[in-house]
C-alpha cells in the first residue's frame, strides 16, 4: 500500500488529502485564522463553578465559556495550581520541575468548588474545538505529544502503548526513560517508539521539554485569558502521527510550507527528505492528482458503491445516520440473503472510510440491510471492525441487532467536515434561465474586441466547453482564423471539461486569469 499527502494552501485554508493507492481516505481542513484547536495550551480564568454539573466555566477568550468538568482535572490539580500561581507571582522562575513539591493526589470522588475559585488563574489544554453553540471543551491535565512520547508534568507514571505487544521492548523502552525523564514528568512512549534507539527518543523528550519551558515563560508576559502554547499545525501533527514506510510522497503547492514541511521532515524522519515536492503545474493541485473529483463523489448526502448500492449519510445535532440501500445491486440473480451480505460488506467498508473524510463523531447510527443468519451479521460486524482500526480516533463499535442496526461512538474534538457538493447552476445562477447559446459566440467576441483594443492585451487563451472548442476552431476558414485576420493575433483555445456550456474565460499571456465583468 502506497500512501500520499496532497496538500493544497491557500490564503484562508490548508486542505490536506491523504490518498491510499490513490484512494482519498482523510480530508483535513486547518483554517489560518483558528484561534481554538486540539492541544493548544491557555492560561484562563475560572468564570463560574456549577455544583450542580460539578463542572466549572473556564475564560480562554472564545465567546463562549470553556467547559471543564471535574474528571477533567486529573489527579495533580493542586500541583498544577500551585505552580501557576507561583509563576505569576514570581516565586516560582524556572520551568523545571525537579525542586517542585508536588501536592498529593485530588479525590476521584471530590467536588471541583473544593479545587478551584471564581476568579482564579489555570492552566488549561484545548481536548475539544467549539461545536455548534458550545465552547471548547478543556482538561487541565496538560500534556505535550511529540513523535515518539507524550510528556506529562507534575506525574511520576511512565506508560506504554498497548500496541507494543513485546514484553521485553516494553521493559527496554520503560527502562530507558526512567533514566533519561526529568523529574515530576511523566511520560507515555507512543506505538512508534518500538526499536527506536535511545538517541532519537532523548532528543524527542528534550524538544517537548523545551516547548515547557516556552509554555512557562509567556505565563508572565501574557494577559488573562491569553493563549500560551499553539499544537503544531495540523500539516504538521499529520505528519507526526502517520508518516511510516508506506509513504512515498507528499505534495504540497506552497513554497514557504514546503520548506516548512522539509524541515520538519528532516527533523523526525530525516531519511524521508525527498519524499517531498513542491507542486508547480499551472492545474489546480487537487485537479491534478484526482481529489477533486473524489471528493465531489464522496461528501453529498448519496455515496454510490461500484457495485450499484448505495449509501443516504444524514447528519443531526444528536447524531449521524447512515442507511444502506441495494439500488441496482437487488436486480443480480442471487439470493436475497447473500445479496443482502454483499451489499452490507462493501458498504461496510466505504462507511468506515466515510467516518474518516467527514471526522464524523458522537454516535453515528447505520441502518443495515437486514439478513437472517447470525453467521452473516458476525462477519459484518468482524468486516467493520477490521476495516475501522486503521482509524486513528478512538472509537467503539457495537454488535449488529436483530433489525440490521450497527451503532457506533466515534471521538469527537472538531466539528463534522461538511463539504456542499451540490451547485448552483453558473448558467443561469439559480434562476432556470440561461442567455441563448447563438449569442454565445457574439459575447466572446464583443470581450475579445475590448480586451485587445481597450486593454490592450498582447495575447490572449480563451477557455470553453470542448464542444465550443470544437465549433470555434472546425472547418478550414473557422472562427478562430477568422479572428485572426481581423485582430492580427492568434487566439489560443482551450478545452476544459468542467466548464457548463456557456460558460468560457480568458488567460492572458502569462497565463493569468483575466477578470471581465458580466
Known sequence: MTSELIINSTSEEVVIALLQDKRLIELTHESNNKDFSVGDIFLGKVKKIDPAHNAAFISIGHEKDAFLHYHDLGPQIRSLNKFTQEFISGQQKHASLRYFQLLPDTDKH???????????????????????????????????AGRYLVLIPFSERVSVSQKIKSKEEKDRLVALI???????????????????????????????????????????????????????????????????????????????????????????APEKEKIVELYKKPAAIFENFGVENQIKGLFGKNVTLKSGAYLIIEHTEAMHVVDVNSGGRSKSGSDQESNALQ?????????????????????????????????????????????????RAKHKILPPSRFGIIQITRERVRPVTNINVVEKCSACMGTGEAKPSILLIDDIENRINYLFKDQNEKGLTLQVHPYVKAYITRGLVSIQLKWYFKYKRWIKIKAESRYHFLEYNFLNERNEEIKVGG
Open 343 to 391: 451489499v452490507n460488506l462493501e458498504a461496510a467498508k466505504e462507511i468506515a472510510r466515510q467516518l474518516r473524510l467527514r471526522d464524523m463523531g458522537g454516535i453515528i447510527v447505520v441502518d443495515f440491510i437486514d439478513m437472517r443468519l447470525p453467521n452473516n451479521r458476525k462477519l459484518l460486524f468482524d468486516t467493520l471492525r477490521d476495516e475501522m482500526k486503521l482509524d
Open 110 to 144: 471530590g467536588k471541583i468548588s473544593e479545587v478551584l475559585t471564581s476568579g482564579n488563574a489555570i492552566m488549561v489544554q484545548v481536548v475539544k474545538e467549539p461545536i455548534s453553540t458550545k465552547g471548547p471543551r478543556i482538561t487541565s491535565e496538560v500534556c505535550l
Open 178 to 268: 526512567e533514566s533519561i525523564r526529568p523529574k515530576n514528568f511523566g511520560v507515555i512512549i507512543r506505538t512508534v517508539a518500538a526499536d527506536m534507539p535511545v538517541a532519537e527518543l532523548d532528543a524527542d523528550l528534550k524538544e517537548l521539554s523545551q516547548r515547557w519551558k516556552d509554555c512557562c515563560d509567556r505565563i508572565k508576559a501574557n494577559e488573562i485569558p491569553s493563549k500560551l502554547l499553539g499544537e503544531m499545525s495540523r500539516t504538521n501533527v499529520v505528519l507526526r502521527d502517520m508518516l511510516n514506510a508506506s509513504f512515498n510522497k507528499i505534495y504540497v503547492n506552497d513554497s514557504l510550507m514546503f520548506e516548512e514541511i522539509k524541515n520538519y521532515i528532516k527533523v523526525i
